[in-house]
């Protein structure tokens, strides 16, 4: 993990207001982190990954979401493909897909569609068997990564059940139309994907398919919540490290602004924050790692909190450094767009709260 911090820090350097400004990631960076094995890294020894913990990988999470929450975006997408694969691939497609994404190609997961977001069972695309080909056919929306990806995983409807298709992005009939000008993660490649009569081999569907479409989505998500919550505490660290810096160097009234009380309390509220958040994806993690049944709560614990903060924290930040922070392309500037739509991703701040009401209902 020390020597993937210090390659991080390398590739992304100062140039994420760039890529942000210019939408676009740099090919041989997100090549780079591929080939070290660190856009996924939790993916098993065994299929050619890392292996790290969820603790490693949370934390490594954190560092990439500080210098480039874009570039963060695309991690989650891969690592949120590699476990999907992981839980719902049969022995073969395990051996074949995971080394690929352990190092060389790249992964977008497709769920959301224009009248299917917080509500994934309205869900309309399909996937028909015809004996040894698949048809798959519908519109998706919003996927992180689907303008560059190499493979696009689809959730799909199979009869009255559930399933997973693994789409190569150049297959004849996948149509990919890059989003313009999203509010943050610029750089992230968020595409809408149309799959028109697509054709592809049944050994494209995961698993055996048919399993219940809520069950299929919760897999995936469970890992993209993870991801996005260290990504979050992410945000929250690189907007205190240019909240304190800027306050302890700018004098106004003669003194740092970081001794005007009403600042110093923009200053706690930022660090205790981070704490917070910090904490609770560490609690989530370590739930993870030891298989504890407490992990689906503790994950959707971890997104709202750390989400949440990140949101109030960077909007601090931009007040603390005021016009210094005002510009697109400053980290802070950048950080609270980044922030805001990690309310919206992997379960919506409201949808977490449901699932954390009904928890304290009924399951506690
Ligand atoms: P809606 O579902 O229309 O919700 C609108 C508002 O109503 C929200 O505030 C929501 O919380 C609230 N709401 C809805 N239902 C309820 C309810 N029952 N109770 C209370 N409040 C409710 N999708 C993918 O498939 N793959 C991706 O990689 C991906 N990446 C994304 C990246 C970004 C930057 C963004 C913005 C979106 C991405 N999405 C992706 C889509 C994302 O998953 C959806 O935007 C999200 O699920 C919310 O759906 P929606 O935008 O349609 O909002």
Same mark, same amino acid.
């Given at each position: ?98 080394? /690929?994404?352990?190092? +060389?190609?790249?992964? &977008?997961? %497709?769920? $959301?569609?224009? #009248?299917? *977001?917080?509500? @994934? ?115 929250? /660290?690189?907007?205190? +490290?240019?909240?304190? &810096?800027? %306050?302890? $160097?700018?004098? #106004?009234? *003669?003194?740092? @602004? ?107």
């Amino acid at each position: 993990p020390a020597q993937a911090a210090t390659l991080a820090a390398r590739l992304v350097g100062d140039r994420a207001g760039d890529w942000d400004r210019a939408g676009r990631l740099p090919v041989d960076v997100v090549r780079a982190l591929n080939t070290a094995g660190l856009l996924a890294p939790q993916i098993p020894t065994g299929y050619g990954g890392a292996g790290w913990s969820s603790l490693d990988s949370g934390e490594f999470t954190a560092q990439v979401g500080s210098l480039c929450s874009s570039l963060r975006s695309v991690m989650t997408s891969q690592a949120m493909a590699a476990w999907t694969i992981e839980r719902l691939a049969d022995r073969a497609q395990a051996r074949s897909l995971l080394p /690929r994404l352990a190092a +060389t190609d790249t992964a &977008a997961v %497709a769920f $959301s569609e224009p #009248q299917a *977001g917080s509500d @994934l069972s309205a869900m309309t695309t399909t996937v028909t068997m015809t004996g040894d080909t698949l048809r798959l056919d519908g519109h998706k929306v919003w996927v992180t990564a689907a303008d560059h990806a190499d493979l696009l995983l689809v959730f799909a409807r199979l009869g009255d059940q559930g399933a997973v298709v693994v789409v190569p992005r150049a297959t004849p009939g996948v149509r990919v139309h890059r989003r313009a000008d999203p509010l943050g993660c610029r750089a992230a490649g968020h595409a809408d994907v149309w799959f028109d009569a697509v054709r592809l081999p049944t050994s494209s569907l995961l698993g055996a398919g048919g399993q219940s479409l809520s069950l299929l989505v919760t897999t995936a998500l469970s890992y993209g919540r993870m991801s996005v919550a260290w990504g979050c505490v992410g945000i929250l /660290r690189a907007c205190l +490290t240019a909240a304190v &810096a800027h %306050a302890g $160097s700018r004098h #106004q009234f *003669g003194r740092p @602004l970081a001794q005007h009380q009403l600042v110093a309390r923009h200053l706690a509220d930022l660090w205790a924050a981070e704490q917070v958040a910090t904490r609770v994806c560490e609690h989530a993690s370590r739930c993870w790692d030891t298989g504890s049944p407490e992990v689906v709560t503790a994950t959707v614990l971890a997104k709202y909190v750390s989400a949440g903060h990140a949101t109030r924290a960077a909007a601090d930040a931009v007040q603390i450094l005021a016009s210094a922070g005002a510009v697109d392309g400053h980290p802070v500037a950048r950080a609270y767009r980044d922030a805001k739509l990690m309310e919206i991703i992997e379960g919506s701040t409201e949808m977490c709260q449901l699932m954390l009401a009904d928890h304290a209902v009924n399951r506690r």
